[in-house]
T-cell receptor, first 113, second 111 residues
């Protein structure tokens, strides 16, 4: 039973480019969460999605960031026109329901140059 | 406001000793807490969880204690091993299941 799969593991983008981060939840999990982690800091909640719905995006920056979890395929976190401050590790977690502990993927480390 | 904080940023223990990692939370209405372990370059790994209707929960070599009176959470690791070296985060589960993480405690195990 594969865990939460994220790809790519490492992503380098130039300022102004777009970054697309993918997350496939564990089998049977319909709840997906995205978190961002800056160096030597804790994880910060960004967005919570269920299939085809954004449930809570209170942690998402107002501009340039978007997320989706389509009916088919992985969840996507999209960052447009990246800036150096977007450099961080982005983690996806999934759970079978909102009242259960979430399991995390290995993350995507985004570096903006 | 909402926050989960850890008392110490680093903890160094001798192999074989017990480790205790502490965490304070501010929202007295919180009812579900989770401890995660994060090794360098990896994602957080679930260790153990506890709900607010419990004071203590035990796993394999780990115990979580919850003191709702003082809003304090601790993780105890018995017979700490070099493989336990990592950063440990407590997390508070909010509505919908989103997690509020503390800053983390780095555990270093000396052989």
């Amino acid at each position: 039973n594969a865990g939460v799969m994220q790809n790519p593991r490492h992503l380098v983008r130039r300022r102004g480019q777009e970054a697309r981060l993918r997350c496939s939840p564990m089998k049977g999990h319909s709840h997906v969460y995205w978190y961002r982690q800056l160096p030597e800091e804790g994880l910060k909640f960004m967005v919570y999605l269920q299939k085809e719905n954004i449930i809570d995006e209170s942690g998402m920056p107002k501009e340039r960031f978007s997320a989706e979890f389509p009916k088919e395929g992985p969840s996507i976190l999209r960052i447009q026109q990246v800036v150096r401050g977007d450099s961080a590790a982005y983690f996806c977690a999934s759970s079978p329901s909102s009242g259960w502990s979430a399991f995390f993927g290995q993350g995507t480390r985004l570096t903006v140059v | 406001g909402e926050s989960v904080g850890l008392h110490l940023p680093t903890l160094s223990v001798q192999e074989g000793d017990n480790s205790i990692i502490n965490c304070a939370y501010s929202n007295s209405a919180s009812d579900y807490f989770i401890w995660y372990k994060q090794e360098s370059g990896k994602g957080p790994q679930f260790i153990i969880d506890i709900r607010s209707n419990m004071d203590k929960r035990q796993g394999q070599r780990v115990t979580v204690l919850l003191n709702k009176t003082v809003k304090h959470l601790s993780l105890q690791i018995a017979a700490t091993q070099p493989g336990d070296s990592a950063v440990y985060f407590c997390a508070e589960s909010k509505e919908g299941g989103k997690l509020i993480f503390g800053q983390g405690t780095e555990l270093s195990v000396k052989p």
